[in-house]
């Protein structure tokens, strides 16, 4: 056992030292400062042309088409807790220089997000009509609407998706993924567009920052940082085993956290001489 025990620290402080000197030059962000700057520029448009309740109830009508279950299922994918078990999920251990990219976005979304929705408390959709006259889907929530919280965290986790998978296909898939995330906080009744376009903004450009952040940063990778950071994301899946706001939803919730902690648990325990790593996605070889 003890042999064992002594080959995984050896091969984990190995992968660390290869994240450390792996290439830090920045990622090529410019096409998602773009898109951050085109659906900030929507978000005014949409105040200017139609108000700040604006295109509401058509795009919420879209929702009523839709299962109330599927749209539980899609909307809890925004949460925090389930948007970094997927995270967890998708990145494993080959990445973790995105671990610490992820943390540091965590951290910074978790700040902005409080400050924004404490100083501004804006009235959600439930506050201004009556329920009976949108479609309304889970919890009945009044205040705290702007910016909306769930896309800003699946816009920001996305973010550092397309960057770990150098692949314009799979970073298209995850920004794909994020859209339909943020429309759902419409289709349930419990965001204005504005909120949603503001919080897909934000979050992009939280998680670009982030990533160049974790870049230059390479002298936190070392397993003092690292081990405590990768325990803080397992105890978001723990966090799912509680009773989430969404009922239709709590059975793939936990489905999620358990499979998230046994990946991980088993990424850490597995020995694999050969592997190539995954943080020469943080250096400029990345155009995704």
Request: proline share 4%; glycine share 8%.
């Amino acid at each position: 056992m003890k042999p064992y025990l002594e080959a995984i620290w050896f091969q984990y402080q190995r992968d660390l030292a290869q994240a450390r000197t792996a290439d830090t030059r920045a990622p090529v962000v410019w096409r998602w400062l773009v898109a951050a700057l085109l659906l900030a520029s929507g978000a005014l448009l949409v105040v200017l042309t139609r108000g700040y309740h604006g295109w509401f109830f058509e795009v919420n009508f879209v929702g009523s088409f839709l299962p109330d279950a599927l749209l539980e299922h899609i909307t809890l994918c925004g949460d925090g807790a389930l948007a970094i078990t997927l995270l967890v999920i998708l990145l494993g251990r080959r990445h973790y220089r995105l671990h610490w990219a992820a943390f540091i976005a965590t951290i910074i979304g978790a700040i902005f997000m409080n400050i924004i929705k404490r100083e501004i408390y804006s009235p959600r959709p439930p506050k201004i009509y009556d329920v009976d006259t949108f479609h309304m889907v889970g919890p009945v929530y009044h205040w705290g609407g702007f910016p909306s919280g769930h896309t800003l965290t699946i816009f920001m986790l996305a973010t550092l998706v397309a960057v770990c998978a150098r692949s314009r296909s799979v970073g298209a898939l995850a920004f794909g993924f994020a859209a339909i995330v943020g429309l759902s906080r419409i289709w349930v009744g419990l965001h204005w567009p504005v909120d949603v376009l503001i919080g897909a903004a934000m979050g992009i450009v939280i998680g670009i920052f982030s990533v160049l952040l974790a870049a230059r940063w390479r002298h936190a990778v070392i397993w003092q940082v690292h081990l405590p950071v990768l325990l803080l994301f397992m105890a978001g899946p723990i966090t799912l085993f509680v009773k989430v706001d969404y009922v239709e939803a709590q059975a793939f919730a936990v489905t999620m956290g358990i499979l998230a902690i046994a990946l991980t648990l088993w990424r850490l325990l597995r020995l694999s001489p050969t592997r190539e790593s995954g943080d020469a996605a943080l250096s400029g070889r990345a155009e995704t």
